[in-house]
Nanobody, 125 residues
Framework: QLVEAGGGVVQAGGPLRLSCVVSGRTSSSADMAWFRQPPGKDRGFVAY????????NIGDSGKGRFTITRDNAKNTVYLQKSRLEPEDTAVYYC????????????????????WGQGTQVTVSS
């Protein structure tokens, strides 16, 4: 089970940190990712981190502003966001590659078999 937290309303230019707690049968050693779905748009890739935390990939929308980290001792993955823009308004989802699909690129949603329920982030201008 994946449970996101940390969403809310934030002013443009501000920071926000999302967290995703991994519990149940989902392995804390799985590669993890964040995706987001803006209103009326498709779900898109935000960030990826491998199981050990030493390899990350940030999508174009977040380069230079977003950082993904994980603390396996706490079974938690974080998405630290800075300089938020109204265009960052979306439901943010965390996802786990519980099947170990190493051949699928990290930005593909099909790589991830387990998803959280999402947390809403609204950036006001």
């Amino acid at each position: 089970q994946l449970v996101e937290a940390g969403g809310g309303v934030v002013q443009a230019g501000g920071p926000l940190r999302l967290s995703c707690v991994v519990s149940g049968r989902t392995s804390s050693s799985a590669d993890m990712a964040w995706f987001r779905q803006p209103p009326g748009k498709d779900r898109g890739f935000v960030a990826y981190i491998n199981w050990s935390g030493d390899r990350t990939n940030i999508g174009d929308s977040g380069k230079g502003r977003f950082t993904i980290t994980r603390d396996n001792a706490k079974n938690t993955v974080y998405l630290q966001k800075s300089r938020l823009e109204p265009e960052d308004t979306a439901v943010y989802y965390c996802a786990a590659d519980v099947m170990g699909t190493y051949w699928i690129p990290p930005e593909r949603p099909t790589k991830y078999a387990r998803w959280g329920q999402g947390t809403q982030v609204t950036v006001s201008s």
